[in-house]
């Protein structure tokens, strides 16, 4: 399947590199991006070939599928929205799966989703739509990670955890077993998360106590 990358920063040529070191037979022949300087450029081989303007003339010119190319430090909303407007305009979303990730025999992941090198997805884990397991990360057996979730380099998930939609676990994080990590939450980098986290509450260090709960400030000790 040939396929358009959405976005052509650093993130996209991780993703280039997994099309083509992956599982699966897509062809990345074009990318898009909203930098007017990026256009006509290449990407690791990939021609840019303007804005978010040329999605609808690719996929008249058949190309059939899209891969998103923007990552998310956070906020996972601008993502989630892009996913949404492919999704819309009739785009196949193939998962993308490194050739060097362990994925289970009984895991799932859904549609692009995007598990990235040395990363590892445990037995019975589910993953959702639109999620990055990005490189080296760790997701246990029988975790669930709901839609629109980043889990960033090297960061661990126990057994069981269970992750919201739209939320972030940062890069070495670690979430212990059967713990749960709310909607919209976000986890800092390098933090070592032992009790659930509400929904939207940012926390960090170790033990991980909330920096940001419900939108309200918090001295970062609490």
């Given at each position: 399947?040939?396929?358009?990358?959405?976005?052509?920063?650093?993130?996209?040529?991780?993703?280039?590199?997994?099309?083509?070191?992956?599982?699966?037979?897509?062809?990345?022949?074009?990318?898009?991006?909203?930098?007017?300087?990026?256009?006509?450029?290449?990407?690791d081989?990939?021609?840019v070939?303007?804005?978010?303007?040329?999605?609808?003339r690719?996929?008249?010119?058949?190309?059939?599928?899209?891969?998103?190319?923007v990552?998310?430090?956070?906020?996972?909303?601008?993502?989630?929205?892009?996913?949404?407007?492919?999704?819309?305009?009739?785009?196949?979303?193939?998962?993308?799966?490194?050739?060097?990730?362990?994925?289970?025999?009984?895991?799932?992941i859904?549609?692009?989703?995007?598990?990235?090198?040395?990363?590892?997805?445990?037995?019975?884990?589910?993953?959702?739509?639109?999620?990055?397991?990005?490189?080296?990360?760790?997701?246990e057996?029988?975790?669930?990670?709901?839609?629109?979730?980043?889990?960033?380099?090297?960061?661990?998930?126990?057994?069981?955890?269970?992750?919201?939609?739209?939320?972030?676990?940062?890069?070495?994080?670690?979430?212990?077993?059967?713990?749960?990590?709310?909607?919209?939450?976000?986890?800092?980098?390098?933090?070592?998360?032992?009790?659930?986290?509400?929904?939207?509450?940012?926390?960090?260090?170790?033990?991980?106590?909330?920096?940001?709960?419900?939108?309200?400030?918090?001295?970062?000790?609490?």
């Amino acid at each position: 399947m040939r396929v358009v990358i959405v976005g052509a920063g650093g993130h996209a040529r991780s993703v280039i590199d997994a099309i083509r070191r992956g599982r699966d037979e897509l062809e990345p022949v074009a990318c898009t991006d909203p930098d007017p300087a990026r256009a006509g450029s290449m990407l690791d081989g990939v021609p840019v070939v303007g804005g978010d303007e040329e999605l609808g003339r690719l996929l008249a010119d058949g190309v059939e599928g899209a891969c998103l190319g923007v990552g998310g430090v956070a906020d996972n909303g601008p993502r989630a929205r892009l996913y949404e407007r492919l999704r819309g305009l009739g785009y196949a979303l193939p998962a993308v799966v490194h050739a060097s990730a362990v994925v289970a025999s009984t895991a799932e992941i859904g549609a692009a989703t995007q598990v990235l090198a040395g990363a590892i997805v445990g037995a019975g884990a589910r993953i959702g739509e639109n999620v990055i397991v990005n490189t080296g990360a760790i997701v246990e057996h029988d975790c669930q990670i709901a839609d629109h979730v980043h889990l960033a380099t090297r960061c661990a998930l126990g057994g069981g955890v269970r992750i919201g939609a739209g939320a972030h676990v940062g890069i070495g994080a670690c979430v212990l077993q059967g713990v749960m990590v709310g909607p919209e939450a976000v986890v800092g980098g390098g933090a070592v998360v032992i009790r659930g986290v509400p929904p939207g509450t940012v926390v960090v260090g170790c033990p991980a106590t909330a920096l940001v709960r419900g939108g309200e400030d918090l001295p970062p000790n609490l």
